[in-house]
């Protein structure tokens, strides 16, 4: 899409952001939910056996592949259980966005890169039932470990994805760290490569292990 064409686009989806809408709000919201049950779950542990920690690593290992199939399956495919995921991200947010041009311009554009406010607390209830049967038939330190580490992994992501996406001359864009991430990312920004290569957005993990990993376009 030219330029033109994306201004065009943006003005629009900003147009259409409700006047009650506040990006730091739809920031903070899921990020102090997930911190809140990290903090809770970390007052509960007891007498934590050196095994029970191997579910922090394991449970960020098994997030980063539902992130890599997630992105692949639903943000960029239509799908008849949950289309909204398609239409929120390729038709908009990847339209928006291209390789040589991540950064927004205005903080409402927060609203079509962080996904929505409620959606950490919809992760944190279809969990759930993997966190209960850890806490009845493993033991509760491994569930408490496993829904923490839920939860930290989706708050890493919106904190992630947003940095890539904010102003070019913003201090956070500029570390390193960022920097590197935010080039994987941008390749994926490729409308020819987004089906297929750099599906994980924060660690690329599973890029690596599935060969979905792309370093440059072409």
Known sequence: MALEARESLRQQLIDE?????????HLMIPTLFGLGIILVGAVYLENVSWWEYLAIPITYFLSNLIE??????????RSRLAPVLY??????????YVTDDMSMRDRREF????????????????????TLFLWFFVSP????????????????????HLSYHLPQNHPVGRL????????????HHDPQLMQ?????????????????YKVRQG
């Open 17 to 25: 952001t409700p006047s009650w809408y506040n990006p730091y709000l």
């Open 68 to 77: 890599w199939s997630t992105h692949r399956q639903f943000l960029h495919r």
């Open 87 to 96: 239409e929120q991200h390729t038709p908009r947010h990847h339209r928006l």
């Open 111 to 130: 609203r079509l890169t962080l996904i929505p406010a409620y959606g950490i607390m919809l992760i944190f209830i279809t969990s759930s039932p993997v």
């Open 141 to 160: 330190n491994v569930a408490l470990f496993y829904a923490g580490t839920t939860m930290a992994y989706v708050v890493g992501y919106e904190w992630l």
């Open 176 to 187: 390193k760290v960022i920097q590197r991430l935010k080039r994987h990312h941008a390749i």
């Open 196 to 212: 297929q290569w750099n599906l994980n957005v924060t660690v690329p993990i599973w890029d690596w292990i599935l060969g979905t």
